[in-house]
């Protein structure tokens, strides 16, 4: 296909693309530096097509965070409280199944489970809480904490990280979501979330979790401190381990929200950063099969425009989003079935109903 474009430096990447040679560094840097972005969005869709078709995914889900309670308190975090503050709670484990029992009519297929680093939690309470969750929830996926709650728990519990991510495999951990890399950046971390665990152990963790056979996604938070050098680095970082282990399932750009962080002086990430996002990601990472537009996080207007700017899913109906929406998110708190369709077919696209694995469920596709 020809296309023309208004910056000339994305003919050469166009024809990288067409002969299947990986990007570069520099080339991600354009990627991010140009301001042809309808020219960037239709060499993007040209992979998402090539890949996906006209097909966009979703997913039945529901996300429950157990605590907001943390140790770490990131900078740019809004959900987070210490013990005692207003707001700061703690779901039991009696508490969690009484939520669940609550819609047992929905045909929820995967439950997404993360919270904070909370000290007064014991291991057990984990184990039992994957296992309450399997066993009111035998036919969904539990997709459940993130490598810094994974390196967390195998302190607490005392174990080495193969024998803390067996014991939550065997009690139900089947998938790992990909929040908590932020930026894998020394200097980023040491700004913004010094407490938490910082590049090194995080690539060593998740390397670990797919070696254990556990699938799992990956994030980058942008629009905070980071450069675009910083952001590409991330993606790299991201393409070598998949490269190393075939672990990663989706990609999501996490669009930063700094209500109510410490950061809330900084402005909202623009629609033209979002959608280059996902473009970036398209671009870069090669080796990954899906890229999510997160609905929650750039709204669901622009999570449409993404279907033709690389994404080929939208993840999910949620039901109730706490973590962005503590930080000023404006989208809705959770959608449903019908409204998640609409707005892939309104896009232009073929709505797949998946589980967590990418299986079309309902016959779809
Ligand atoms: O780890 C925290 C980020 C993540 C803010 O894997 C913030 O399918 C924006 O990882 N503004 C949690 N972002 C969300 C996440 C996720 C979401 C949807 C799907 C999947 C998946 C994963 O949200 C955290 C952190 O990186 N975050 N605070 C904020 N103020
Ligand atoms: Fe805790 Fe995660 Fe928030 Fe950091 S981002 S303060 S680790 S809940």
């Not at 208004?6 to 520099?26: G, M, Q, T, W």
């Not at 109906?317 to 989208?331: C, P, W």
Request: glycine share 6%; hydrophobic share 40%.
């Amino acid at each position: 296909m020809q296309i023309s474009f208004i910056d000339e430096r994305l003919e050469d990447l166009y024809l990288k693309v067409l002969k299947n040679s990986r990007l570069s560094r520099e080339d991600g840097i354009i990627i991010y530096e140009t301001h042809d972005l309808i020219g960037l969005g239709r060499i993007a869709n040209h992979v998402r097509k090539a890949l996906h078709g006209n097909r966009a995914f979703y997913i039945y889900n529901e996300h429950l965070n157990y605590t907001n309670i943390c140790k770490n308190r990131c900078r740019f975090c809004a959900y987070a409280k210490d013990k005692g503050q207003e707001g700061a709670y703690v779901f039991s484990i009696e508490e969690i199944e009484k939520r669940l029992m609550t819609h047992m009519d929905e045909p929820v297929k995967e439950l997404h489970i993360v919270g904070g680093l909370n000290e007064d939690l014991k291991f057990d309470y984990y184990i039992d809480l994957l296992k309450t969750i399997r066993r009111i929830r035998p036919h969904a996926t539990i997709k459940a904490f993130t490598c810094v709650e994974i390196d967390y728990l195998s302190t607490l519990a005392g174990l080495s990280l193969e024998e803390t991510i067996k014991r939550l495999k065997e009690a139900g951990l089947a998938m790992m979501p990909g929040g908590g890399a932020e930026v894998l950046n020394k200097r980023i971390q040491e700004e913004l979330f010094p407490r938490k665990i910082g590049h090194e152990r995080w690539l060593e963790i998740v390397k670990a979790v797919h070696k254990a056979g556990i699938k799992t996604n990956a994030t980058m938070l942008y629009g905070h401190i980071e450069t675009l050098e910083e952001r590409v680095d991330h993606l790299i970082s991201l393409r070598e381990v998949q490269d190393e282990t075939g672990g990663f399932s989706a990609f999501i750009p996490l669009a930063f929200h700094s209500e109510n962080t410490e950061l809330s002086h900084l402005p909202p990430t623009t629609a033209v950063d979002d959608l280059k996002n996902v473009a970036a990601a398209r671009l870069m990472l090669d080796n990954f099969e899906h890229i999510k537009a997160y609905w929650v996080m750039i709204g669901e207007s622009l999570a449409q425009v993404a279907l033709s700017f690389g994404a080929d899913d939208l993840d999910g109906t949620i039901m109730e989003e706490r973590i962005t929406h503590t930080a000023g998110a404006k989208s809705a708190k959770g959608l449903t079935r019908n409204q998640m369709e609409d707005l892939i077919l309104t896009a232009g696209f073929d709505p797949v109903e998946r589980d967590s694995f990418y299986n079309p469920v309902n016959g779809l596709a």
